[in-house]
């Protein structure tokens, strides 16, 4: 079987916030927009330019799920919990998402995995973000 990630959605209550969070955070582009009447709701799907994509969900009533302060208690609760991006260069990366509006969660340092480090960060709704550096990132 052949198989390949497409994309992470992501729960949100401000679509136009967090889509222009996202956007200027991540250097991400709008591929298409979308509506279901029925069930009220509405998404957009983002894109980075290395082919990563991630699909932002707003349904009016939503009411607010795991926010963890951290991933040690975000594993507290099952199901998904993050999602997780790559760089070659992680402390500058995490620094401009904290002065964007990130919220800090966990600051760069060392990964469970060997030769990588890590730092974890909250979107403006709480949603946690990893990062990762590995010391060789495709």
Same mark, same amino acid.
């Given at each position: 079987?052949?198989? =390949? ?13 967090? $889509? ?14 979308? =509506? ?49 991006? $790559? ?19 966990? %600051? ?10 890590? %730092?974890?960060? $909250? ?10 550096? =590995?010391?060789?990132?495709?």
């Amino acid at each position: 079987m052949t198989t =390949r990630l497409d994309h992470v959605g992501v729960n949100v209550r401000d679509l136009a916030a967090q $889509t222009a969070w996202y956007k200027g955070a991540f250097g991400l582009e709008t591929v298409f927009e979308f =509506r279901l009447d029925g069930p009220g709701l509405s998404g957009v799907v983002l894109a980075h330019p290395d082919g990563w994509r991630l699909e932002l969900l707003a349904r009016a009533g939503s009411t607010p799920g795991l926010r963890a302060p951290d991933p040690v208690t975000a594993a507290l609760t099952e199901g998904y919990g993050h999602f997780a991006v $790559t760089t070659p260069a992680l402390d500058p990366v995490h620094a401009a998402l904290l002065a964007g509006g990130a919220g800090e969660a966990l %600051a760069p340092g060392p990964s469970p995995e060997p030769g990588v480090r890590m %730092a974890w960060v $909250t979107d403006p709704e709480g949603n946690l973000i990893e990062l990762i550096e =590995r010391r060789s990132t495709e």
